[in-house]
């Protein structure tokens, strides 16, 4: 696979174009990041990433935690022995797993739909505001992302060339593991490439691999079975919160004082299930609202929503995306002629990965821009029936070489 992407490196002027625009957008973030310098944001992924280095175990301040999944941590643990400097070092190499991940994503755009396109979606990805940035913060979606982008490339090259699928297979349910609401995604992703009957057992064996180890951790840990993390009905509660009394706020911010992750899950079902049962209208209607925030603007960015920075980074790039999105799927309906049954299943599963995505924060939260971000990449691979439309209209050739 190296030497897949070194000759391509030595026979297309395209991917030289790719890669060495990559290797400018690297550098001047390496240098803004180590030369400002600039401060990464870190929240609780660093902060058990600390305790891991420290050697508190897998924790946050309250004890043993399954508020994160175990991969972005681990994956911080290294640097966080660096201490304060650690962050930026940790900074420094998501940088480079983008810059690789730019790389991977014309190569696995290659495969499936054909060089030109794969330089469009490159390009794209490499110039997408948010995603210039969002390296710059320790959230697992800077590495959920490259991961996914490499899992794709090795599901295509191993269909390819008729190679070995374990190593994809694995790269899939480790995706899935650093961002669960990823997994029904990743098993139709898994299904797709490697779902003929002779692969049933090395997937339900690779995704024992990676799954079976946390599970056994939390159940020794916290007595109950929690095969990914553990917020729930966390995550309810936090979609709910201007509608819980001030008397519901006022116990759980007690009991975040002294409780962990898992503990509190049985602090927060109670208020979840009364606003349920009382206010089910209420809910239904926030729910709708979550789902616009999801695909416009979280509220708690409204009051910076005409700034240049979010115009640029979420406004501009979700409206074209969007509009590129919706006419996308009136072609696949209309003009499915003009694409192959394997790349429209392809498309129909990216497309169920961006409504379940979105479905999932509608009912639950729907606060930050990063929950977007997971999946905001499948949309510019999406832009494919637009650029093989239009050309098949006007009489040209396909894509595909």
């Known amino acids: 696979m190296i030497f897949d992407v070194l000759k391509d490196w030595k026979e297309s002027k395209q991917f030289r174009l790719i890669g060495w625009l990559g290797i400018v957008l690297l550098t001047i973030k390496l240098v803004m990041l180590f030369g400002i310098p600039i401060i990464p944001h870190a929240i609780e992924d660093w902060y058990i990433a600390k305790h891991i280095a420290e050697g508190s175990g897998y924790s946050l301040s309250n004890g043993s935690t399954a508020l994160k999944t175990p991969v972005y941590p681990l994956f911080l643990s290294l640097p966080a022995f660096i201490d304060e400097f650690g962050k930026i070092f940790a900074c420094g190499l998501q940088h480079i797993l983008w810059f690789f991940a730019t790389l991977l994503i014309y190569k696995a755009s290659s495969i499936r739909f054909g060089s030109r396109f794969a330089f469009v979606v490159s390009l794209l990805f490499a110039l997408h505001p948010a995603y210039v940035y969002y390296p710059y913060v320790l959230e697992s979606t800077a590495l959920t992302v490259p991961l996914f982008i490499l899992f794709w490339y090795l599901a295509e090259y191993s269909k390819l060339q008729s190679l070995n699928t374990k190593i994809p297979m694995l790269t899939g349910w480790l995706t899935a593991l650093t961002q669960p609401i990823l997994l029904p995604g990743i098993l139709a ?7 003929k009957k002779r692969n049933v057992i090395s997937l339900i064996l690779t995704a024992l691999v990676i799954f079976t180890p946390w599970t056994i951790r939390n159940a020794m840990t916290f007595e109950t079975f929690i095969p990914t993390k553990s917020p729930m009905w966390m995550n309810f509660y936090e979609g709910m919160q201007k509608d819980v009394t001030s008397q519901e706020q006022a116990h759980i911010e007690s009991a975040r004082r002294y409780m962990n992750d898992v503990e ?110 997971d999946v905001e990449w499948l949309q510019i691979l999406l832009l494919f029936p637009i650029f093989q439309g239009f050309p098949k209209l006007a009489g040209f050739q396909g894509t595909r070489e």
């Open 264 to 373: 509190l899950e049985k602090e927060y079902k109670p208020i979840v299930l009364r606003q349920f049962s009382e206010n089910f209208p209420t809910y239904v209607n926030r729910s709708f609202h979550r789902f616009t925030e999801f695909w416009s603007l979280p509220d708690r960015y409204r009051n910076q929503m005409w700034t240049p920075a979010i115009i640029v980074s979420r406004i501009l790039p979700q409206l074209l995306l969007g509009i590129g999105l919706f006419l996308s799927i009136l072609m696949i309906i209309k003009m499915s002629n003009h694409l192959s049954i394997d790349d429209r299943h392809f498309l129909i599963i990216l497309i169920g990965i961006l409504i379940y995505v979105s479905i999932i924060y509608s009912l639950t939260q729907a606060a930050n821009i990063r929950f977007k971000l």
């Open 189 to 195: 992703l898994q299904l797709f490439y490697f779902g």
